[in-house]
T-cell receptor, first 111, second 113 residues
Framework: DAGITQSPRHKVTETGTPVTLRCHQT?????MYWYRQDPGHGLRLIHY???????DKGEVSDGYSVSRSKTEDFLLTLESATSSQTSVYFC??????????FGPGTRLLVL | KNQVEQSPQSLIILEGKNCTLQ??????????LRWYKQDTGRGPVSLTI?????NTKSNGRYTATLDADTKQSSLHITASQLSDSASYIC????????????FGTGTRLKVLA
């Protein structure tokens, strides 16, 4: 998985609780992305980062925030988890805007 | 609007047979087109990437074609194997914004023994 890990790999939480997912890379790539994947929708961009402390919103950013204080880490926070945020979350990295390598995914269940 | 459409949504074939997956896009400006394979429970893995000037790109039994004039791409799988069972995602890089990737919803392929 091109030096990219995600943690946790599985998580069950309750509605209303905050949740933080971590993406860690060892490739020193500039770009990092968070996606969610749901049946019938494919991969949808939540947020992305083009450098330390530089982030931007994607098409489904409501209810999510991100932080990137170091090149290697990109954190995704669900401020108050809802059942609609039950999904599989993928992190991706890229040295430039022409390539993406995906992590193994985090399966999140919000009860 | 920039879009990527894939067909069919799902496909079942017998082991050893060939198949072709389709991807049509309306992305401008166009930079490149990539096919990913995603096994169940795993992240997508890149199979091929093609730029505007490339018509064909192979990766083992996988051959991708690109017609930039008609904005169509296909992924041909030769002599399918059980391990080819997966989702195949077409992703086009381009557009005028900072974020460049437009994803198709994928074709789910099942290869039966």
């Amino acid at each position: 998985d091109a030096g990219i890990t995600q943690s946790p790999r599985h998580k069950v939480t309750e509605t209303g609780t905050p949740v933080t997912l971590r993406c860690h890379q060892t490739e020193n790539h500039r770009y990092m992305y968070w996606y969610r994947q749901d049946p019938g929708h494919g991969l949808r961009l939540i947020h992305y980062s083009y450098g330390v402390k530089d982030t931007d919103k994607g098409e489904v950013s409501d209810g999510y925030s991100v932080s990137r204080s170091k090149t290697e880490d990109f954190l995704l926070t669900l401020e108050s988890a809802t059942s609609s945020q039950t999904s599989v979350y993928f992190c991706a990295i890229g040295a430039d805007q022409e390539t993406q390598y995906f992590g193994p995914g985090t399966r999140l269940l919000v009860l | 609007k920039n879009q990527v459409e894939q067909s069919p949504q799902s496909l079942i074939i017998l082991e050893g047979k060939n198949c072709t997956l389709q991807c049509n896009y309306t992305v401008s400006p166009f930079s490149n087109l990539r096919w990913y394979k995603q096994d169940t429970g795993r992240g997508p893995v890149s199979l091929t990437i093609m730029t505007f000037s490339e018509n064909t790109k192979s990766n083992g039994r996988y051959t991708a074609t690109l017609d930039a004039d008609t904005k169509q791409s296909s992924l041909h799988i030769t002599a399918s194997q059980l391990s080819d069972s997966a989702s195949y995602i077409c992703v086009v890089s381009g557009g005028s914004g900072t974020y460049k990737y437009i994803f198709g919803t994928g074709t789910r392929l099942k290869v039966l023994a």
